[in-house]
């Protein structure tokens, strides 16, 4: 089976650095990928990790650590429009297979 | 390109009656995803279709539940009868097989049955 858990709420005030956490147990592992949600808008896609460490993308940073089954999303310089939910995301096995989602952490950036 | 594109963008409909949500996938994308999300489930996949075939339908909830893909520009989801339970958001995505797990979303549609 699949669970990927991630805390449901996250409050952070503007400029400053949030981490939000993802643990999974999956049958099999070929990738972690975060995607952000805005209210009423549809996923897109920010992250992809397959090996261990650190991915860096302008303010935002995703890291991986298979053997713990953990990842986490960096985001810095926390800006207004950062507020919405962010999805971590398993792919379980080789190829195109589906990913199977978390529920989502909603962070709310305030001023 | 104009991205994928969901029809229709909200649907009312009552307890009993049959709703079809339309889905144009991204031109030259060969994988097709149609998933639903609710506050307490999150986004569940419901099926998934390679170069037009059906791969894995194990998500669909029930026989009241059908989806078909014609051709590569078009994809249906079906339910009949709808329930209130059926309420949801409900995701088209599509990718290309060579990327990893970039998925593309339409913006769904806000299904609500009374």
């Known amino acids: 089976g699949q669970n990927i858990d991630q805390p449901t709420e996250m409050t952070a005030t503007e400029g400053a650095i949030v981490q939000i956490n993802c643990t999974y147990q999956?049958?099999?592992?070929?990738?972690l990928f975060w995607y952000q949600q805005h209210a009423g808008e549809a996923p897109t896609f920010l992250s992809y990790?397959?090996?261990?460490g650190l991915e860096e993308k302008g303010r935002f940073s995703s890291f991986l650590s298979r053997s713990k089954g953990y990842s986490y999303l960096l985001l810095k310089e926390l800006q207004m429009k950062d507020s919405a939910s962010y999805l971590c995301?398993?792919?379980?096995?080789?190829?195109?297979?589906?990913?199977?989602f978390g529920k989502g952490t909603r962070l709310s950036v305030i001023a | 390109d104009a991205g994928v594109i969901q029809s229709p963008r909200h649907e009312v409909t009552e307890m009993g009656q049959e709703v079809t949500l339309r889905c144009k996938p991204i031109?030259?994308?060969?994988?097709l995803f149609w998933y639903r999300q609710t506050m307490m489930r999150g986004l569940e996949l419901l099926i998934y279709?390679?170069?037009?075939?059906?791969?894995?339908d194990s998500g669909m909830p029930e026989d009241r539940f059908s989806a078909k893909m014609p051709n590569a520009s078009f994809s249906t989801l079906k339910i009949q009868p709808s329930e209130p339970r059926d309420s949801a958001v409900y995701f088209c995505?599509?990718?290309?097989?060579?990327?990893?797990?970039?998925?593309?979303f339409g913006s769904g549609t806000q299904l609500s049955v009374l």
């Open positions: 999956t049958s099999g592992f070929n990738g």
């Open positions: 031109s030259g994308h060969d994988y």
């Open positions: 990790n397959v090996l261990d």
């Open positions: 995505a599509s990718s290309l097989g060579t990327t990893s797990g970039k998925l593309f």
């Open positions: 995301a398993v792919r379980a096995y080789s190829g195109n297979t589906p990913l199977v």
């Open positions: 279709f390679n170069n037009n075939v059906p791969i894995d």
